[in-house]
């Protein structure tokens, strides 16, 4: 069976309506002092597979932690967590001392609870497989790069991809593989959590598509400073791209200002962006591991 919370449940019952698998919301009351009571199925088959995508993450940690405890005792036997965002990847390295690594950390502490994890493009910078940062019994980055590529093609007219910083190369390289599209890396210094310097690669821009293309956009400032940039170029017109649109406050609403024609994203985190549907992708995660734990045995 899924589990779900209310939050998530239009992507939840997409998912459990591909897997043709039932759905049970999860029952959350939030008392005065906002601790949770979570009540879960009083009856629940051996395998579970609870969908949550962790924006928003401190709380939905803390929810995680009592319904996979609770799920167990009410026996589960094997635990899948679905999470298209991965919360706390991007601290993966102390820059300072006294820093906490929260990759390793939020990754051992999922790793506890489930024995499968399921995400989509994770931020994983300096490390190449997820296993090294959630070392679950099986821990499953997906890319949504594909699904990106074919929504751009007869959209954009021969655009050129750039990534915002050299952390997304691996991204907008890939995304732009499938068609042979040109791309190029911007360099960024970042200054504060809302402020960053860009610098263009040495790529003409004249009157070219451009779509800016980022695993991970919350403020949105990288991108649009990265924007600007381009229309100063002379760009025709500037598109953004991304896999998980955390866009807080007026994020989405700068963008545009900052001359942004659309901001398009995939339906990891909800949001009035989303365009690319991940059930399908999700489906065949879910399902191919179901089909190598039915041979184990």
């Keep these: 069976m899924l589990l779900a ?11 459990a309506d591909a897997l043709e698998m039932p759905l049970h919301i999860i029952q959350r009351h939030r ?17 579970v597979v609870i969908c949550q995508s962790l924006n928003h993450p401190n709380e939905k940690l803390v929810e995680l932690l009592l319904v996979a405890k609770t799920a167990r005792e009410l026996g589960a036997e094997n635990l899948t967590l679905v999470a298209p965002y991965l919360c706390y990847m991007r601290q993966d390295k102390a820059f300072h001392p006294g820093e906490a690594v929260s990759q390793t950390i939020i990754g051992g502490f999922l790793a506890d609870l489930f024995d499968t994890i399921i995400t989509v493009d994770p931020h994983l910078h300096r490390i190449r497989h997820l296993h090294q940062a959630v070392p679950a019994t099986n821990a499953l980055a997906l890319t949504a790069t594909p699904l990106m590529a074919e929504f751009l093609r007869g959209r954009v007219d021969k655009p050129i991809l750039l990534g915002p910083d050299k952390e997304a190369e691996q991204w907008v390289s890939s995304v732009a593989a499938p068609n042979h599209w040109p791309y190029g890396v911007c360099s960024k210094t970042r200054l504060g959590d809302e402020q960053v310097e860009i610098e263009l690669p040495e790529i003409s821009l004249q009157g070219r598509n451009v779509v800016l293309v980022d695993d991970v956009a919350s403020s949105g400032q990288t991108l649009m400073t990265a924007a600007r940039k381009c229309l100063a170029r002379q760009a025709g017109q500037v598109d953004v791209l991304v896999t998980h649109a955390l866009f807080f406050n ?6 545009k200002e900052a001359g942004v024609r659309h901001v398009w994203s995939t339906d990891s985190v909800m949001h009035d962006s989303n365009v690319i549907p991940l059930v399908n992708l999700l489906k065949d995660a879910v399902s191919n591991l179901a089909r190598g734990r039915r041979r184990i045995r």
Excluded: V
């Excluded at 939050?7 to 997409?14: E, I, N, P, V, W």
């Excluded at 008392?31 to 395998?47: M, N, V």
């Design 5 to 15: 919370f209310d939050d998530y449940a239009l992507q939840s019952r997409k998912l």
């Design 31 to 47: 008392f005065p002092d906002d601790e949770y009571r979570i009540t879960l199925p009083p009856a629940l088959s051996g395998q």
């Design 250 to 255: 007026d994020a989405e609403q700068r963008m």
